[in-house]
Protein backbone atom coordinates (compact mmCIF):
# COMPACT_ATOMS: atom_id res chain seq x y z
CA UNK A 1 0.00 0.00 0.00
CA UNK A 2 1.13 3.53 -0.87
CA UNK A 3 0.43 7.25 -1.58
CA UNK A 4 0.22 5.66 -5.82
CA UNK A 5 -2.95 3.84 -4.63
CA UNK A 6 -4.58 7.36 -4.09
CA UNK A 7 -3.87 8.29 -7.81
CA UNK A 8 -7.10 7.53 -9.32
CA UNK A 9 -9.38 9.81 -6.69
CA UNK A 10 -7.07 12.08 -7.09
CA UNK A 11 -7.01 12.10 -11.09
CA UNK A 12 -11.16 12.27 -10.69
CA UNK A 13 -10.64 16.17 -9.12
CA UNK A 14 -8.19 17.11 -12.04
CA UNK A 15 -10.50 15.54 -14.55
CA UNK A 16 -12.27 18.79 -15.49
CA UNK A 17 -9.05 20.92 -16.04
CA UNK A 18 -8.05 18.51 -17.88
CA UNK A 19 -11.23 18.42 -20.43
CA UNK A 20 -10.31 21.68 -20.45
CA UNK A 21 -6.58 21.35 -21.29
CA UNK A 22 -7.33 18.79 -23.64
CA UNK A 23 -10.30 21.33 -25.78
CA UNK A 24 -7.37 23.99 -25.53
CA UNK A 25 -4.96 22.45 -27.77
CA UNK A 26 -2.61 21.62 -24.74
CA UNK A 27 -0.98 18.19 -25.76
CA UNK A 28 -0.14 15.32 -22.86
CA UNK A 29 4.06 15.93 -23.96
CA UNK A 30 3.60 19.60 -23.37
CA UNK A 31 2.44 19.11 -20.05
CA UNK A 32 5.74 16.32 -18.97
CA UNK A 33 7.62 18.67 -20.20
CA UNK A 34 6.51 21.74 -17.53
CA UNK A 35 6.12 19.78 -15.09
CA UNK A 36 10.32 18.13 -15.79
CA UNK A 37 11.12 22.38 -16.24
CA UNK A 38 9.35 23.20 -13.30
CA UNK A 39 11.53 20.95 -11.38
CA UNK A 40 14.86 21.87 -12.88
CA UNK A 41 13.74 25.44 -12.35
CA UNK A 42 12.80 24.88 -8.39
CA UNK A 43 16.11 22.84 -8.31
CA UNK A 44 18.54 25.51 -9.68
CA UNK A 45 17.20 27.52 -7.38
CA UNK A 46 17.43 25.95 -4.13
CA UNK A 47 21.20 25.49 -5.21
CA UNK A 48 21.57 28.90 -5.58
CA UNK A 49 19.33 29.93 -2.15
CA UNK A 50 20.84 26.72 -0.25
CA UNK A 51 21.90 28.97 2.43
CA UNK A 52 17.93 30.57 2.97
CA UNK A 53 16.14 27.27 3.98
CA UNK A 54 12.69 28.98 3.91
CA UNK A 55 13.37 28.57 0.49
CA UNK A 56 12.79 25.20 1.00
CA UNK A 57 8.89 25.71 1.08
CA UNK A 58 9.26 25.79 -2.56
CA UNK A 59 9.40 22.16 -2.47
CA UNK A 60 6.37 21.04 -1.03
CA UNK A 61 4.57 23.52 -3.44
CA UNK A 62 6.59 22.09 -6.63
CA UNK A 63 5.92 18.56 -5.84
CA UNK A 64 2.13 18.99 -5.67
CA UNK A 65 1.99 20.73 -8.75
CA UNK A 66 4.30 18.52 -10.32
CA UNK A 67 2.02 15.70 -8.51
CA UNK A 68 -0.86 17.08 -10.56
CA UNK A 69 0.70 17.65 -14.23
CA UNK A 70 1.88 14.23 -13.68
CA UNK A 71 -1.46 13.16 -13.28
CA UNK A 72 -3.22 15.67 -15.95
CA UNK A 73 -0.71 14.03 -18.48
CA UNK A 74 -1.41 10.64 -17.80
CA UNK A 75 -5.51 11.71 -18.84
CA UNK A 76 -4.34 13.40 -21.16
CA UNK A 77 -2.90 10.43 -22.93
CA UNK A 78 -5.54 7.73 -22.22
CA UNK A 79 -8.53 9.57 -22.40
CA UNK A 80 -7.86 11.97 -25.07
CA UNK A 81 -5.84 9.90 -27.65
CA UNK A 82 -2.59 11.47 -26.91
CA UNK A 83 -0.27 8.16 -26.35
CA UNK A 84 2.97 8.06 -27.78
CA UNK A 85 6.14 6.18 -27.45
CA UNK A 86 7.76 9.80 -26.81
CA UNK A 87 5.66 10.57 -24.52
CA UNK A 88 6.12 7.22 -22.75
CA UNK A 89 9.42 8.05 -22.74
CA UNK A 90 9.27 11.97 -21.46
CA UNK A 91 7.24 10.39 -19.03
CA UNK A 92 9.78 7.89 -17.23
CA UNK A 93 12.75 9.94 -17.92
CA UNK A 94 11.11 13.43 -16.86
CA UNK A 95 10.33 11.61 -13.14
CA UNK A 96 13.97 10.99 -12.67
CA UNK A 97 15.40 14.09 -13.72
CA UNK A 98 12.81 15.42 -11.53
CA UNK A 99 13.66 13.90 -8.35
CA UNK A 100 17.16 14.36 -8.76
CA UNK A 101 16.63 18.39 -9.69
CA UNK A 102 14.22 18.84 -6.66
CA UNK A 103 15.99 16.20 -4.15
CA UNK A 104 19.81 16.96 -4.71
CA UNK A 105 20.33 20.27 -2.92
CA UNK A 106 19.34 18.89 0.26
CA UNK A 107 22.41 17.66 0.39
CA UNK A 108 23.62 21.27 0.31
CA UNK A 109 22.15 22.38 3.62
CA UNK A 110 24.46 22.72 6.46
CA UNK A 111 23.50 19.36 9.07
CA UNK A 112 21.84 17.05 6.57
CA UNK A 113 24.64 14.68 5.35
CA UNK A 114 25.17 14.98 1.29
CA UNK A 115 26.24 11.15 0.85
CA UNK A 116 22.57 10.21 2.84
CA UNK A 117 20.90 12.49 0.17
CA UNK A 118 22.52 11.00 -3.00
CA UNK A 119 22.31 7.77 -1.95
CA UNK A 120 18.92 7.72 -1.15
CA UNK A 121 18.43 9.20 -4.42
CA UNK A 122 20.23 6.72 -6.68
CA UNK A 123 18.02 4.35 -4.64
CA UNK A 124 15.33 6.16 -5.63
CA UNK A 125 16.25 6.00 -9.72
CA UNK A 126 17.46 2.40 -9.22
CA UNK A 127 13.88 1.97 -7.64
CA UNK A 128 12.09 3.46 -11.18
CA UNK A 129 14.80 1.73 -13.49
CA UNK A 130 13.43 -1.93 -11.97
CA UNK A 131 9.82 -0.64 -12.42
CA UNK A 132 10.68 0.11 -16.28
CA UNK A 133 12.43 -3.29 -16.93
CA UNK A 134 9.80 -5.36 -15.26
CA UNK A 135 8.38 -4.69 -18.79
CA UNK A 136 11.31 -6.16 -20.89
CA UNK A 137 10.76 -9.48 -18.78
CA UNK A 138 6.94 -9.35 -20.02
CA UNK A 139 5.85 -7.75 -17.14
CA UNK A 140 3.57 -4.63 -16.30
CA UNK A 141 5.49 -1.68 -15.19
CA UNK A 142 5.73 -2.04 -11.40
CA UNK A 143 4.82 0.32 -8.71
CA UNK A 144 5.17 -1.83 -6.03
CA UNK A 145 6.32 0.11 -2.29
CA UNK A 146 6.73 1.10 0.15
CA UNK A 147 8.63 4.04 -1.21
CA UNK A 148 6.84 4.98 -4.18
CA UNK A 149 7.76 7.97 -5.89
CA UNK A 150 4.68 9.47 -4.26
CA UNK A 151 5.70 8.38 -1.25
CA UNK A 152 9.09 9.91 -1.68
CA UNK A 153 7.87 13.27 -2.40
CA UNK A 154 5.68 13.25 0.87
CA UNK A 155 8.85 12.33 2.88
CA UNK A 156 10.69 15.45 1.42
CA UNK A 157 8.02 17.86 1.28
CA UNK A 158 7.61 17.14 4.86
CA UNK A 159 11.21 17.69 5.75
CA UNK A 160 11.09 21.03 3.49
CA UNK A 161 8.19 22.03 5.36
CA UNK A 162 10.05 21.54 8.45
CA UNK A 163 13.26 22.87 7.71
CA UNK A 164 11.66 26.18 5.94
CA UNK A 165 9.57 26.80 9.35
CA UNK A 166 13.22 26.68 11.07
CA UNK A 167 13.15 23.30 12.62
CA UNK A 168 17.40 22.32 13.38
CA UNK A 169 18.21 19.99 10.59
CA UNK A 170 20.47 16.80 13.09
CA UNK A 171 20.71 13.44 13.36
CA UNK A 172 17.02 13.12 12.84
CA UNK A 173 17.12 13.95 9.15
CA UNK A 174 19.86 11.90 8.90
CA UNK A 175 18.59 9.08 10.57
CA UNK A 176 14.79 9.57 8.62
CA UNK A 177 16.98 9.37 5.06
CA UNK A 178 18.11 6.65 6.23
CA UNK A 179 15.16 4.80 6.66
CA UNK A 180 13.60 6.41 3.00
CA UNK A 181 17.06 4.77 1.53
CA UNK A 182 16.08 1.42 3.45
CA UNK A 183 12.35 1.36 2.37
CA UNK A 184 13.47 2.20 -1.19
CA UNK A 185 15.64 -0.80 -1.31
CA UNK A 186 13.24 -2.81 0.01
CA UNK A 187 10.86 -1.43 -2.90
CA UNK A 188 13.43 -2.17 -5.68
CA UNK A 189 13.66 -5.64 -3.93
CA UNK A 190 9.81 -6.10 -4.09
CA UNK A 191 9.49 -4.74 -7.84
CA UNK A 192 12.17 -7.18 -8.93
CA UNK A 193 10.39 -9.81 -7.16
CA UNK A 194 6.77 -9.16 -8.54
CA UNK A 195 8.39 -8.82 -11.79
CA UNK A 196 9.18 -11.96 -12.23
CA UNK A 197 6.59 -13.85 -10.72
CA UNK A 198 4.08 -11.91 -12.97
CA UNK A 199 6.56 -12.04 -16.48
CA UNK A 200 5.74 -16.18 -15.78
CA UNK A 201 9.38 -17.01 -16.60
CA UNK A 202 12.08 -19.04 -14.54
CA UNK A 203 13.82 -17.84 -11.89
Same mark, same amino acid.
Given at each position: ?12 ? +? ?56 ? !???? $? ?8 ? $? ?9 ? !??? !?? +? ?22 ? +? ?50 ? +? ?25
Amino acid at each position: MTIYDLKPAFQSL +LRPACKAMAKAGITANQVTIAAMLLSIVTGAALIVLHEHRHALLLVPIVLFLRMALNA !IDGM $LAREHDMQSS $LGGLLNELGDV !ISD !IA +LYVPFGLVAGISPVAVIVTVLLAV +LSEMTGVVAVQIGASRRYDGPMGKSDRAFVFGLLAVLLGFGVEPGAWINASL +LLVATLTAATILNRARAAVVESGQPR
